[in-house]
């Protein structure tokens, strides 16, 4: 049966067929936006209590890994090239062991200078000692003649003038031995200075500089320290506790502490210290719920020392720290 035109309705025939296209599309772009809403599992595992502070008052806080010693910034007394560097993140050095060596070619050739002066400022002592000698003799002589007429008055004068300034040319020399011997001393002293050694036995964290590279003593506030060190054995973690929560800390008790999204490795931790300033809070977490507006109590633990490596100086960490509250609430 051919279709006939003049019957044709486009708002009975084609409308409807249009508008069921479009609701299907609609349902389908619908459906297509809903959320998923399947369970996983977290990509790191939140902080918890675990232990025998599960079910117990506590007070949480933040912290970060530190060197018992804190961390030990090494500059240089001595600008220039370094020649050779002497370690490598993760070496562990003695008090007193060479770090790195800037050049002391300047310095070593003051040294050489220093000990030709030295060396003329002996041969000047030696020839005014030699001359003084001789000048006290004439003059002895002279002092001893019984008879005045047989030296004049004037060659007295002149034997008395040339011991005085024999004299004083022995006091000069002398006193450029002393100025060369001081000046060869202070190139030793710079030469000793070049070398910058450990400031204490502890653990080498960053290295920041390469042989060649050219140091500066001028440093900003900002600058990139050359050499990181410090006592890594033990560590020591420093934990935030908002002022909020100050009172309610048992101060004095030990911490579990935890990395970071390793809530179930958890360690006690022994009380060192609290800091006797509250200082403003850091924003550990990253988070912009984050307040920053609060200040906190930065109280010292000391880690358990371990060897598969769980805590790193800088790793942040989540701590538990009994509270008062049960004796609170026994009351």
Request: glycine share 6%; proline share 6%; hydrophobic share 45%.
């Amino acid at each position: 049966m051919a279709l006939s035109l003049r019957n044709f309705s486009f708002s009975r025939q084609v409308l409807p067929v249009l508008a069921l296209v479009a609701l299907v599309v609609a349902a389908v772009a619908i459906w297509r936006s809903q959320p998923d809403r399947s369970l996983s599992e977290p990509t790191q595992e939140p902080p918890r209590a675990t232990g025998k502070l599960a079910n117990a008052p506590r007070v949480a806080g933040a912290g970060v890994v530190e060197p018992s010693s804190e961390v030990i910034q090494i500059g240089t007394a001595l600008s220039g090239l370094v020649t050779t560097l002497n370690v490598q993140p993760g070496d562990y050095v003695e008090q007193g062991q060479p770090l790195f060596t800037v050049d002391t070619r300047a310095i070593r050739a003051q040294l050489q200078q220093a000990g030709a002066q030295i060396a003329e400022a002996r041969a000047a002592i030696a020839e005014a000692q030699a001359a003084q000698a001789t000048a006290s003799q004439q003059l002895a002589l002279y002092r001893n003649v019984d008879d005045p007429a047989a030296v004049s008055r004037a060659e007295v004068i002149r034997a008395e003038g040339e011991a005085k300034a024999a004299g004083t040319r022995l006091q000069l020399a002398r006193a450029r031995l002393e100025a060369a011997q001081a000046a060869a001393n202070s190139a030793q002293t710079e030469i000793g200075r070049a070398t910058v050694r450990a400031p204490m036995a502890g653990e080498i964290l960053s290295v920041n500089i390469r042989p060649g590279e050219y140091l500066s003593t001028m440093g900003g506030g900002g600058s990139t320290p050359f050499i990181e060190m410090g006592q890594t054995r033990p560590l020591h973690v420093r934990i935030d506790i908002d002022e909020s929560e100050i009172a309610r800390m048992q101060m004095g008790a030990n911490a579990f502490v935890s990395p970071r999204g390793e809530a179930g490795k958890q360690v006690e931790a022994k009380f060192v210290r609290a800091e006797p300033q509250v200082v403003p809070k850091r924003s550990l977490t990253n988070s912009a719920q984050e307040r920053v507006d609060v200040r906190v109590l930065q109280v010292i633990y000391e880690l358990p020392q371990r060897d598969d490596g769980l805590f790193r100086v800088g790793l942040q960490v989540d701590a538990f720290i009994p509270a008062k509250q049960a004796a609170r609430d026994s009351e």
